[in-house]
C-alpha cells in the first residue's frame, strides 16, 4: 500500500468516499503524525496517544461519507475527530483511573518527567507559550482539557463574561500568530 | 452585526478548533452560507491551522497503521460501504480479543456439554444407588426371616437333643373327629418345662382352639390353649411337674376349665 500519489483535497475526498485503500494510505502517511501530535498533547502519555489515533482513523474511515466539504476543509474535520476522541479518553474511567495510579508513582519516585514526551515547543504548545498567563490557562482547559466556558468559570472561579472574552482575544492572537 | 463584524469577533476561530457552542456553530454555519466572506475568512484560517500543525509531527508508533488497516480491512469483509458510514462509532476488538472471546465461547460451550453429561451420569448413578439400596433392603429382610427360622429350628433341634427330655407321643384316638392327627409332647425331667410339636392336627375354626391336658392323679390339669400358625415348631407351654398322660381337645377360643371329652383328638401315656 504505497502511497506515492498525490492528490488533490478534492480527489483525496472523493477516492476516500469510495473506500480506496490507497488513498486511505496516503491520507495516513500524510496526516497520521500532526495528528499524532496533537493527540499526545491532550493525552500525555504516548501509549494511550497510539491508541486513540488508531481509533481516529478508523472512525474517518467509516465516518469519511459524512463529512460535507462546503463545512470545513478535511485537515479541519480530522483535527476535530481527534481532539474529541482524546478528550473523550481524558474523561474515560480507564484513563482517570491510569493517571491517579500515575499520581502515586510519580509522589513516589518524585518525577513527572518519566512517562510524559516532552511536546514543549510544538504546534499549540508553542502558540501557547506567547499567551498571558491568564489566557494561557483558559486555553489549555477548553482546548486541551475540553471544558466548555461556563466550566471553566466555575472551575478559575471568573465571570463568565471574563472567560469568554480572555478565549476571544487570546483565539485572535492564535491567528495573528499562525500568519 | 455586519459579516467583517462577525468575522473578528473570535467566532471563526472557535468553530474552525471546535471550541464554538453548538448554537454558535449553527448561526456560524448559516453566516457562512449566507456570506461568502465569512467562508473565505473560516477557510484562510483553517489553512493557517493546517500549515501550521501539518509540519508539526511526531512520529506514531509504527504497528499502528498495518493494525489500522488489518482492523478496517475486516470491516470491509463484513459491511457494504454505504451502511458502514452510518454506524456508530465502536472501537471494534482488536484482533487478540477477539481470539480471547473466541476461545472463550468454545471453552463455555464445552463446559455446558460437559456438564450435561456430567448431570447425566450423576442421575444414572442416583438410579443405580436407589436400585442398590432397595435390593439391600430386600436382601436383609430375606436374610432376617432366614436367621429367624434358622433359630427357631436350632432351637427345635436343640430341644430335641437335650437327652433329659421325655418324650410323650400322643397318636390320634380312634374315637377322635380326627384319628389320624397326632402330637408329641417334649417334656424336661428336670426344668418340668412341657414344649409341644404338633405332627399333624387339622386347622381349627376360627373360634375354637386347641387346648393341652396333663392328666394328673386321674384329673386333667390346663398346660396351655396353643394356635396353628407357628408350623414345626416347638410351642412352650406350662411347666408341669408330675403327669401320667397328655391330651388335645378342641375348646372355646380362650380355652376351658374341664375338656370337652367327645372333642378329644389326641392323647399318649407317659411312660417310664
Not at chain 2, 143 to 154: D, R, S
Not at chain 2, 243 to 250: G, K, M, Q, R, V
Request: proline letters at 5%; hydrophobic letters at 40%; aromatic letters at 8%.
Amino acid at each position: 500500500m504505497a502511497s506515492s500519489e498525490t492528490y488533490s483535497e478534492q480527489d483525496l475526498v472523493m477516492a476516500l468516499k469510495s473506500r480506496d485503500d490507497q488513498a486511505f494510505s496516503y491520507l495516513y502517511d500524510h496526516y497520521s503524525g500532526s495528528l499524532y501530535s496533537i493527540i499526545l498533547q491532550i493525552v500525555k502519555s504516548p501509549e494511550i496517544a497510539g491508541d486513540v489515533l488508531q481509533e481516529v482513523f478508523i472512525n474517518i474511515w467509516r465516518k469519511i461519507e459524512s463529512y460535507d466539504p462546503l463545512r470545513g476543509r478535511l485537515f479541519t474535520w480530522m483535527l476535530n475527530i481527534s481532539r474529541n476522541a482524546s478528550i473523550d479518553m481524558l474523561r474515560s474511567k480507564g484513563y482517570i483511573n491510569n493517571q491517579k495510579n500515575q499520581e502515586i508513582t510519580d509522589n513516589v519516585y518524585g518525577s513527572d518527567q518519566v512517562t510524559q514526551t516532552n511536546i514543549d515547543g510544538i504546534g499549540l504548545t508553542k502558540f501557547l507559550e506567547k499567551l498571558k498567563p491568564e489566557q494561557r490557562v483558559l486555553i489549555e482547559l477548553a482546548y486541551l482539557k475540553g471544558y466548555t466556558h461556563e466550566e471553566i468559570a466555575q472551575i478559575e472561579d471568573i465571570p463568565l463574561g471574563t472567560v469568554k472574552t480572555r478565549i476571544r482575544n487570546a483565539l485572535l492572537q492564535l491567528r495573528v500568530y499562525l500568519k | 452585526m455586519n459579516p467583517q463584524e462577525y468575522i473578528l469577533s473570535g467566532i471563526v476561530e472557535s468553530y474552525v478548533l471546535g471550541l464554538a457552542s453548538p448554537e454558535d456553530s449553527a448561526e456560524f454555519e448559516r453566516m457562512c452560507d449566507a456570506h461568502h466572506e465569512v467562508r473565505a475568512a473560516r477557510n484562510a484560517f483553517e489553512l493557517q491551522v493546517e500549515q501550521s500543525l501539518i509540519h508539526q509531527k511526531l512520529e506514531p508508533p509504527r504497528v499502528l497503521k498495518s493494525r489500522i488497516f488489518s482492523e478496517i480491512g475486516m470491516e470491509k469483509d463484513k459491511q457494504p460501504p454505504g451502511i458502514i458510514a452510518n454506524t456508530p462509532a465502536l472501537i471494534p476488538r482488536k484482533g487478540f480479543a477477539r481470539y480471547v472471546a473466541a476461545a472463550s465461547l468454545i471453552m463455555l460451550l464445552g463446559s455446558v456439554l460437559l456438564n450435561l453429561y456430567l448431570l447425566d451420569q450423576y442421575k444414572k448413578s442416583i438410579a443405580q444407588y436407589k436400585e442398590l439400596i432397595a435390593t439391600q433392603t430386600q436382601i436383609a429382610g430375606a436374610n432376617q426371616v432366614m436367621q429367624t427360622k434358622l433359630e427357631t429350628y436350632e432351637n427345635a433341634l436343640g430341644l430335641m437333643k437335650n437327652p433329659k427330655m421325655a418324650i410323650v407321643k400322643m397318636p390320634g384316638m380312634p374315637a377322635s373327629p380326627a384319628p389320624s392327627s397326632m402330637a408329641t409332647v417334649y417334656w424336661n425331667t428336670e426344668s418340668k418345662e412341657v414344649y409341644l410339636l404338633v405332627n399333624q392336627l387339622p386347622m381349627p375354626v376360627p373360634d375354637k382352639q386347641y387346648q393341652l391336658w396333663a392328666i394328673v392323679n386321674g384329673h386333667p390339669v390346663d398346660v396351655g390353649i396353643f394356635d396353628m400358625d407357628k408350623n414345626f415348631s416347638f410351642i412352650k407351654l406350662k411347666t408341669i411337674p408330675k403327669a401320667e398322660a397328655f391330651a388335645i381337645t378342641l375348646e372355646k377360643k380362650g380355652g376351658s376349665t374341664t375338656p370337652t371329652m367327645d372333642a378329644m383328638y389326641v392323647m399318649g401315656k407317659v411312660t417310664g
